[in-house]
């Protein structure tokens, strides 16, 4: 496993003291993180296999998403100026009765890049679609792929107007 150092960063590190450093570093030993705090007791650069220069930057732990549904991403653009209620009912919920399993995957690897793309690095997939051990599967394998840690939470619906045939 490497070892990584991010030096001269402005370090915030939500500790239970919630301490910050206005030039810190994190010292990174593997999939974990081994020290924080300021610049002035950073370890010697040559202990590390990489050092990453922050200054100028912000080091904050991996974000949230606490609200995520990955198969969304398939239809971004499609049906601009629906009211939410109508979207959902008339265009959502009829196509996710058609979700496959490549697409339920290609659709979770989408999210997940666009998550670690802005600093994600944890979700709640929230599921309200009909759903398959197969597709939870789908959806669930790309994000573990990726190394975002999910919480895969499955909404519980029967026969609404938009997904009458509910089994």
């Known amino acids: 496993m490497s070892k990584k150092l991010i030096a001269n960063g402005y370090v915030v590190t939500v500790d239970p003291a919630r301490k910050v450093f206005s030039s810190g570093y994190v010292a990174v030993d593997g999939a974990m993180i081994s020290a924080a705090g300021p ?3 950073m370890p010697p ?9 922050a200054k100028g930057g912000i080091v904050v732990p991996g974000l949230i998403n606490m609200h995520q549904h990955h198969w969304y991403t398939l239809f971004k653009g499609l049906a601009d100026g629906m009211l939410l209620e109508d979207w959902v009912s008339d265009f959502l919920l009829p196509l996710s009765l058609r979700l496959t ?3 339920m995957r290609v659709s979770s690897h ?4 666009e998550m670690l793309a802005t600093g994600t690095t944890c979700s709640l997939n ?5 759903t398959t051990a197969e597709l939870v599967k ?6 573990a792929e990726l190394g975002i840690r999910q919480v895969y939470a499955k909404e519980l619906r029967c026969r609404t107007p938009g997904n009458p045939r509910h089994p």
Do not use: K, N, R, Y
């Open 101 to 103: 399993e490549p697409a």
């Open 39 to 41: 610049a002035a007791e």
């Open 110 to 113: 989408i999210a997940g890049l």
């Open 138 to 143: 789908a959806s669930i394998e790309p994000q």
């Open 45 to 53: 650069a040559h202990e590390f296999d990489e050092v990453i220069d």
């Open 126 to 130: 929230h599921s309200v679609t009909t």
